[in-house]
């Protein structure tokens, strides 16, 4: 099991800013600054804010689930609770091997708990609003709602681009269910 350890942020809580009145609604989908669960997708570094995680534990094999879409690994039972399993590899077409470095990173988001499995994590990143850029416009690819902004910061003199995604999307139930709305079609 990979251990995680979150240090309570003891700089004094500031306001949001005011949101400006012709912010677009793409502004107001973008990340905002905060502590963010940094881990690694097919090559690539992602984020999600730390808010959301339950825990982080090594891979197990879930229990396979007849039907479900390809990125839905199964079921795990976590102390009681049935946790809906979902491969973020397989959900955004990365090449998915397990190792020894793969974890489930399990959150909870309005009500939800789910696990996604990740190659590996990194850190808990701090991001300030001077890190963190909106997702660039690829053509309207609906696909990419899940992406609320890509952060670059300096870690120890290499500039890395952070893709940070959007929980609440990648949880809800339309988001989770489309495969098996589509099969049913």
Do not use: W
Not at 106 to 116: I, Q
Not at 117 to 134: E, L, N, Q, Y
């Amino acid at each position: 099991m990979t251990a995680l350890t979150v240090h309570p942020d003891t700089r004094p809580e500031q306001a949001a800013p005011p949101v400006p009145a012709d912010r677009t609604a793409a502004d107001a989908r973008l990340a905002r600054p905060g502590e963010y669960l940094t881990f690694r997708l097919g090559g690539e570094d992602y984020g999600i804010g730390l808010g959301a995680i339950q825990e982080i534990r090594g891979y197990q094999p879930p229990t396979r689930i007849a039907g479900a879409p390809d990125d839905v690994c199964g079921i795990l039972n976590l102390r009681g609770t049935i946790v809906p399993v979902v491969d973020l590899r397989l959900r955004f077409r990365l090449e998915a091997a397990i190792d020894a470095s793969t974890v489930i990173v399990v959150v909870n988001v309005r009500a939800s708990t789910v696990g996604f499995v990740v190659d590996a994590v990194s850190d808990a990143t701090a991001f300030t609003r001077a890190d963190i850029k909106p997702p660039p416009a690829l053509g309207g690819m609906a696909g990419l709602a899940h992406i609320t902004g890509i952060a670059t910061v300096d870690l120890n003199g290499a500039a890395r681009i952070f893709i940070l995604l959007d929980i609440e999307h990648l949880v809800s139930e339309a988001t989770l269910q489309a495969d098996f709305i589509d099969r049913a079609a």
